[in-house]
């Protein structure tokens, strides 16, 4: 991680951070970023194993700061659950300063074998959680004039095949973000979207990808590589940094421009992939 090169250790100190899905891949990516700035982070799965597990290196990495880290099972698409998450951080922890919506569920299916349950299924991870998640933390972010961050993608806005569960989820995410910048931008809440590109070793890139498609993707990338979850980290962190307290409601692609170049490429090599496997 870079982050500590570049901004103070302590930016977060006295911070509490919650991350949906922070157990793996990008959203502990995230977390870990916010650790190494001091941060206090709360992290829930759907099941206690992997956020404990995440907890360890978290504890680690904000220890410098006397930072507290809380892992607790919660299932975004259960309100009540997120509600009692919410309410065993703020007094185990803090109030949340920064929340981010990163759960997320994703496979590949053309949309004429999706189920309609299949289709459900990711609209109430992805979109219906970050309400729940959104919703629950509101009277603590207002009182920590704080902010939300939703991972979104790419498919909120560019149409790509066997996506169209997931589309529908993020580009609900997308302007459900806005609509909340401008309702709560009274109570000093800033909201936000990062757009992940393609990000190496994640659970997202072995689902959503296969070798072939990994050659010739980063060939058409403008910067010419995946990403890292470091990557979205740093964005993650400035959003919710003083840097960026004038900014609100927008939606921010961290994907090296890999969205500019559309999804022709995308289309004509996902029929090729053996979706047995995923
Ligand atoms: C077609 C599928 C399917 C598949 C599940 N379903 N997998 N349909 N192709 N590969 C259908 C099932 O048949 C069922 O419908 C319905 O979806 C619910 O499936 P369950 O397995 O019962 O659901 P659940 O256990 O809640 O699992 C949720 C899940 C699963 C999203 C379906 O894949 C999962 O738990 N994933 C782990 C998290 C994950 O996906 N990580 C990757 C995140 S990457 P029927 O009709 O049969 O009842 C990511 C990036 C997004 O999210 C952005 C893209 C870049």
């Not at 650790?35 to 829930?44: S, V």
């Not at 060939?219 to 960026?244: C, E, K």
Request: charged share 20%; hydrophobic share 45%; glycine share 10%.
């Amino acid at each position: 991680m870079i982050v500590q090169e570049h901004l103070p250790t302590k930016l977060f100190k006295d911070r509490t951070v919650f991350v949906t899905g922070g157990g793996s891949g990008i959203n502990l990516g995230v977390a870990r970023n916010f650790a190494a700035l001091g941060a206090n982070l709360a992290i829930c799965g759907r099941t206690q194993d992997k956020p404990d597990a995440a907890a360890v290196e978290l504890r680690a990495l904000s220890a410098h700061a006397g930072g507290k880290v809380l892992a607790v099972a919660a299932d975004v698409r259960d309100y009540a659950a997120v509600q009692a998450a919410f309410a065993r951080t703020r007094s185990e922890v803090g109030p949340i300063d920064v929340l981010v919506c990163g759960a997320a569920g994703n496979f590949l299916c053309p949309a004429e074998g999706l189920s309609p349950n299949g289709f459900k299924t990711v609209v109430d991870i992805d979109l219906l959680g970050s309400f729940h998640a959104s919703r629950a933390a509101f009277e603590q972010l207002k009182e920590t004039r704080g902010c939300i961050i939703f991972i979104s993608a790419g498919q909120a806005f560019v149409p790509m095949a066997y996506q169209v569960h997931v589309a529908a989820a993020k580009a609900g995410i997308d302007i459900m973000m806005k609509n909340l910048a401008i309702e709560w931008g009274r109570h000093g809440i800033r909201t936000h979207s990062i757009v992940p590109g393609p990000i190496e070793a994640t659970e997202g890139m072995r689902r959503l990808s296969s070798p072939e498609m990994e050659k010739g993707k980063k060939a058409v990338i403008p910067l010419g590589r995946y990403g890292t979850v470091d990557d979205i980290g740093q964005a993650a962190v400035f959003l919710a940094s003083p840097l960026a307290s004038y900014i609100t409601g927008v939606v921010l692609c961290v994907d090296g421009g890999s969205n500019l170049v559309g999804s022709a490429l995308w289309n004509t090599m996902v029929e090729k992939m053996d979706l047995q496997r995923r």
